[in-house]
């Protein structure tokens, strides 16, 4: 899998109805375009107003928006995962550093916290510094981790090569009634909940 942008609900219980609602919703503000690819998951060609919607840092990051003629996935373009019957832990491989979100010392043992939390979805640890008992939800895993039912990436985007918009969370809160976040994966792991 390529370096991706992945957009979520911070709360990692929340399940759409369905993926053809949040496709119309991204239709509707133009992130995505037509859909485009295979039917594992589905994925979309970037929208209209897919410039207004994410922020490209750098002074000239070199960002490939139409698919290559050989058919390859390099290019920037969405995808919607499948919603998934209980909730995934999905990371980058590479830099999952997360901290306590209360005394902000790192969290060593998230390794361990993930996999109790997919045997047990109730489970809580302890902050080995403040003693302050959380889920491995709670902690703050720095942009390089996130939760939930479903997720929408955006392919071919390095971590800090770009953002979402506050307009574009803002909408996505509004028509869930939910907080939005982020993070960045390079090479991704997913690990389902029971």
């Given at each position: 899998?390529?370096?991706?942008?992945?957009?979520?609900?911070?709360?990692?219980?929340?399940?759409?109805?369905?993926v053809?609602d949040?496709?119309?919703?991204?239709?509707?503000?133009?992130?995505?375009?037509?859909?485009?690819?295979?039917?594992?998951?589905?994925?979309?060609?970037?929208?209209?107003?897919?410039?207004?919607?994410?922020?490209f840092?750098?002074c000239?990051?070199?960002?490939?928006?139409?698919?290559?003629?050989?058919?390859?996935?390099?290019?920037?373009?969405?995808?919607i995962?499948?919603?998934?019957?209980a909730?995934r832990?999905?990371?980058?491989?590479?830099?999952?550093?997360?901290?306590?979100?209360?005394?902000?010392?790192?969290?060593?043992?998230?390794?361990?916290?993930?996999?109790?939390?997919?045997t047990?979805?109730?489970?809580?640890?302890?902050?080995?510094?403040?003693?302050?008992?959380?889920?491995p939800?709670?902690?703050?895993?720095?942009?390089?981790?996130?939760?939930?039912?479903?997720?929408?990436?955006?392919y071919?985007?390095?971590?800090r090569?770009?953002?979402?918009?506050?307009?574009?969370?803002?909408?996505?809160?509004?028509v869930?009634?939910?907080?939005?976040d982020?993070?960045?994966?390079?090479?991704?792991?997913?690990?389902?909940?029971?």
């Amino acid at each position: 899998m390529s370096a991706s942008l992945v957009l979520h609900v911070r709360d990692p219980a929340y399940v759409p109805a369905s993926v053809a609602d949040m496709e119309q919703v991204l239709l509707q503000v133009g992130l995505i375009g037509k859909s485009w690819g295979d039917s594992a998951q589905q994925r979309y060609l970037i929208g209209e107003h897919f410039l207004q919607l994410v922020t490209f840092l750098g002074c000239a990051p070199a960002i490939e928006l139409e698919p290559p003629a050989k058919g390859n996935t390099e290019f920037c373009h969405v995808g919607i995962s499948g919603i998934y019957a209980a909730p995934r832990f999905v990371a980058d491989t590479q830099s999952v550093l997360p901290r306590c979100p209360h005394c902000r010392k790192r969290y060593a043992d998230w390794q361990f916290a993930i996999q109790s939390w997919r045997t047990d979805p109730a489970y809580r640890t302890h902050c080995p510094a403040c003693q302050r008992s959380l889920s491995p939800t709670e902690l703050d895993w720095c942009q390089s981790a996130g939760f939930g039912h479903f997720f929408i990436y955006i392919y071919n985007i390095y971590p800090r090569e770009a953002i979402p918009t506050e307009a574009l969370l803002n909408t996505l809160s509004k028509v869930t009634g939910l907080t939005w976040d982020y993070f960045y994966t390079r090479e991704s792991c997913e690990l389902e909940g029971d």
